[in-house]
């Protein structure tokens, strides 16, 4: 383990993806050649289905693979900034079947998977379209923690930030931020996202990462999929450092996340002292 510093520069991006790969690539191109001062950034956080958003249930899926052109370009472009990527999720083709995987593309052009969603979002929300994940994608069975300068970053994707327990494993390991990229529909969206983020970055007592989808999202063949957007830094009191207020605007927000935040916290609450159920 490397030695931590006292703070970390990170970004979380929003998007409005498609079901086009190549489209979506441009796009956060893009945006990131807009952010300026990229390279003193050490994190940029993209949200779930960054590089495929499946419009139509039913729909093909693609498989990528770290081969990939996106990906290659991608990591190409961290190599020269210097900066970590972390892809929310993205269609991964491994072993056999697809996975909903979070990608981690470092400076020294490393490009890994570091999580594969857990809880498969299979649901019937009142005024929404019916959405089977597992149609597609196999079930990931374990928790994932990664480093950057030192910092331990939990693994998580979108429908996981409903079960507490996945996080209580990222509070017995004491890391200091979560990640939750996400597609969340518009309907839970307004209802639940807030306060679940809020809550797991309390319970945690970890900052919250999450990054997300927003807006209305066009199939290249037709049809269309809304999404909640509303991208969020919450510190590990539960206060929200960052919000992207509209949610289908394309944007960036930004925050030094500070270790002293983290440990003012658990000195208040020592609540790792205090766990007594398993």
């Not at 944007?251 to 658990?266: G, M, N, Q």
Request: net charge negative.
């Amino acid at each position: 383990m490397s030695m931590r510093s006292p703070e970390i520069n990170i970004a979380v991006c929003q998007l409005t993806s498609s079901d086009s790969i190549d489209g979506n690539f441009r796009n956060i191109e893009r945006l990131l050649n807009s952010i300026e001062g990229a390279e003193r950034l050490d994190l940029i956080c993209f949200p779930e289905n960054a590089l495929y958003l499946r419009i139509n249930e039913g729909d093909p899926r693609p498989g990528l693979r770290l081969s990939d052109e996106s990906i290659v370009g991608l990591s190409r472009w961290a190599v020269e900034r210097r900066v970590s990527l972390h892809l929310g999720s993205v269609p991964l083709a491994e072993n056999g079947g697809c996975y909903n995987a979070s990608l981690l593309l470092t400076p020294d052009g490393n490009v890994s998977p570091v999580y594969r969603k857990i809880h498969l979002f299979d649901v019937d929300v009142v005024g929404q379209k019916p959405v089977r994940e597992s149609d597609v994608f196999a079930r990931g069975t374990e928790t994932s923690v990664f480093e950057v300068k030192g910092w331990k970053f939990g693994s998580s994707i979108c429908y996981d930030v409903r079960f507490p327990e996945l996080y209580l494993r990222y509070a017995r390991e004491e890391v200091d931020a979560i990640l939750v990229p996400a597609a969340f529909l518009t309907t839970t969206g307004r209802a639940h996202w807030e306060i679940l983020l809020r809550a797991r970055a309390i319970e945690s007592q970890a900052y919250v990462l999450a990054a997300a989808q927003g807006g209305t999202h066009q199939g290249i063949k037709g049809g269309t999929r809304e999404t909640h957007g509303h991208s969020m830094i919450v510190d590990p009191w539960g206060l929200i450092v960052e919000e992207i207020q509209d949610s289908s605007e394309v944007r960036v927000a930004r925050a030094t996340l500070k270790v002293d935040r983290i440990e003012a916290v658990r000195r208040q609450i020592p609540m790792k002292n205090h766990r007594t159920l398993a």
